[in-house]
Nanobody
Framework: EVQLVESGGGLVQAGGSLRLSCAAS????????IGWFRQAPGKEREGVSC????????FYKDPVKGRFTMSRDNAKNTVYLQMNSLKPEDTAVYYC???????????????WGQGTQVTVSS
């Protein structure tokens, strides 16, 4: 069974840090780009960052640039999102997903985890 399992979320004060993990199984992890997405209450899902399958290049959306860092460990089938200098507006459920590349639409032929809650207090 294909699975993506997020962990590492929690409650943190503004300015603090968290590291999220995304553990994958049931598919060829090395062939997929992994993206992080988030959804705050009452808002649409938005992209956060992505890491490519081949080069490990990372891409970040403007709100998190300079604060969040992605990495992947293919030997462990795991992707990480290091989140520093957290802000209240970062509060959301964070999801990881797998697709063919970081430029995909992330709506077909993809896999999604169930999410982990990140709450940043002011």
């Amino acid at each position: 069974e294909v699975q993506l399992v997020e962990s590492g979320g929690g409650l943190v004060q503004a300015g603090g840090s968290l590291r999220l993990s995304c553990a994958a199984s049931g598919f060829t992890f090395d062939d997929y780009a992994i993206g992080w997405f988030r959804q705050a209450p009452g808002k649409e899902r938005e992209g956060v960052s992505c890491i490519s399958s081949d080069t490990g290049n990372t891409f970040y959306k403007d709100p998190v640039k300079g604060r969040f860092t992605m990495s992947r460990d293919n030997a462990k089938n795991t992707v990480y999102l290091q989140m520093n200098s957290l802000k209240p507006e970062d509060t959301a459920v964070y999801y990881c997903a797998a697709d063919s590349n970081c430029g995909s639409n992330w709506d077909r032929d993809d896999y999604w985890g169930q999410g982990t809650q990140v709450t940043v207090s002011s």
